[in-house]
């Protein structure tokens, strides 16, 4: 596996590559990679000829009071992991590479932003199609990979290439579970041992909603008013709990027929997101 810090280097092998009409599949990542990011290279490896894995902590993603400095850098593990599992190139860049003092572009999705999670992570949406939007034009692959964990991401990431007019195909991998049903995550490493215990309650939730909603009860309002009771009593601190539409992730009535159940809570200090996709018959 090639290791590149510099845009101009990387972008000279992949001209190399395109002359050779080779396609390119890319996974972006904030490293700490775990089983979830290493499917998304699995997947990436079935669709290209070459894949390319980026590791870059974004910091416009991260508000003030959030966790950008403390977040968990495990370089040399996910090296040897991205080896393993035959990465063609990492790009690995520094702050400086990507932002330059005097960046005055900033790109924002509208409307969906402003939902879920982007209620308290101002900004956040943002950042994360900023970089998104800068990472396409520096690697300039065929398809680019994101895991379903990151629903409202993936949504944000689908509208903005459309928007954009950007020529990549946006690909999404199911999420990952560990054997409890606790969705793999960076930021599953800050749970103490007691509240990993707890942490799969977010999953059962998700699946209590679905139970209900697929037994017809139809007043989708009160099995989320329910769920968050639940996650309060089992010591969660819920951000939001709320079942939406698949296509604009605004609330959901009983006429809908795809659904997804979005939530995040936090548990002690991480902040946990799960969602779970329901299809009802027409
Ligand atoms: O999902 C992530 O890890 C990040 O939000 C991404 C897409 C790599 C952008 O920084």
Not at 8 to 13: A, G
């Amino acid at each position: 596996m090639k290791t590149q810090n510099l845009i101009q280097d990387l972008q000279l092998t992949i001209t190399n590559w395109k002359q050779q009409q080779m396609t390119i599949a890319f996974v972006p990542t904030m490293g700490n990679l775990h089983a979830g990011h290493l499917e998304l290279v699995k997947a990436a490896k079935k669709k290209a000829d070459k894949v390319v894995v980026s590791i870059f902590v974004n910091p416009t993603q991260f508000s003030k009071d959030e966790d950008f400095e403390n977040y968990p850098h495990t370089e040399q593990q996910d090296i040897e992991a991205l080896i393993t599992n035959n990465v063609d190139l990492l790009f690995l860049p520094l702050i400086k590479e990507i932002y330059h003092s005097q960046t005055k572009t900033i790109i924002t999705v509208a409307d969906i932003s402003n939902l879920h999670c982007g209620q308290t992570r101002i900004g956040h949406f943002s950042g994360v199609a900023t970089i998104v939007c800068k990472l396409l034009n520096i690697v300039h692959p065929d398809s680019i990979f994101f895991g379903e964990k990151d629903f409202q991401q993936l949504a944000v990431i689908r509208l903005m290439v459309r928007d954009l007019n950007i020529s990549v195909n946006v690909e999404s991998v199911a999420i990952i579970r560990e054997s409890d049903g606790l969705a793999m995550s960076s930021r599953n490493s800050y749970l103490t041992i007691q509240q990993r215990l707890i942490a799969p309650k977010l999953y059962q939730t998700l699946c209590n909603a679905r139970d209900k909603i697929m037994q017809q009860q139809s007043d989708f309002r009160e099995i989320e008013e329910q769920q968050k009771q639940y996650l309060t009593t089992a010591g969660f601190k819920v951000d939001y709990f709320s079942i939406c539409r698949v296509n604009d992730l605004l609330l959901a009535n009983k006429n809908d027929k795809k659904l997804v159940i979005l939530t995040a809570a936090t548990l002690g200090k991480p902040r946990l997101i799960d969602n779970i996709c329901i299809t009802l018959e027409s």
